[in-house]
């Protein structure tokens, strides 16, 4: 599963994922500076061992 992002060109930012949306725990699956055009992809390959997951980007 691939998931595409728009942020703050050249920011570093985390992408998080958890079980629900109101999950204390977030774990960090990745860190990546944001390029030029703030576009940038993010593919988990464990998304198909969950049932539900959701995902956030977070600013470092």
């Known amino acids: 599963m691939g998931i595409d992002f728009l942020s703050r060109p050249r920011q570093t930012y985390l992408v998080q994922a958890a079980t629900s949306q109101a999950a204390a725990i977030w774990l960090t699956l990745a860190t990546n500076v944001a390029a030029a055009n703030g576009v940038w992809r993010y593919t988990d390959p464990l998304a198909t061992n969950h049932p539900m997951?959701?995902?956030r980007l977070r600013l470092q």
Do not use: T
Request: no cysteine; aromatic share 66%; glycine share 0%.
């Open 53 to 55: 997951r959701f995902y």
